[in-house]
């Protein structure tokens, strides 16, 4: 399964790593999708897919290199439209905010199912 991970700003690490692990268990995650845009979930998702030898997919080069024009305002939406046509099978969402609002908003357009981490 293609799992997009996004979110994560003020998320325990545990949290993150528990998130993965029973969402590999439920569904069996073959490729994580993530921007690496530097946020906790991103990065730790990587590590965990590097242990773990899954693949790990970015957006095409290109995005990064048009989202610096704009303000983070408006970078953000781009980012999650790039993400969103790269077509996963699922979003693993962590932690709410207004740009993963935007990016759960898009999933459900585009008929993603989301899977919310609760680490409360």
Known sequence: MRVLVD????????????????????????????????NPADRLAGEWCRRKRIKITKPPRITWVNMQKYRPRTA???????????KPDMLL??????????????????????VKVDFS
Do not use: Q
């Not at 969402?93 to 989301?114: E, Q, S, V, Y």
């Open 76 to 86: 953000a939406p781009m980012r999650n439209a790039a993400m969103i046509a790269m």
């Open 93 to 114: 969402a962590f932690k709410h905010g207004t740009g993963l609002m935007d990016m759960m908003r898009r999933a459900k357009a585009a008929g993603i199912p989301i």
């Open 7 to 38: 979110g994560g700003l003020g998320c325990p690490n545990e949290a993150i790593y528990r998130g993965l692990e029973a969402c590999h268990a439920t569904y069996g995650i073959t490729e994580l999708l993530f921007a690496s845009s530097g």
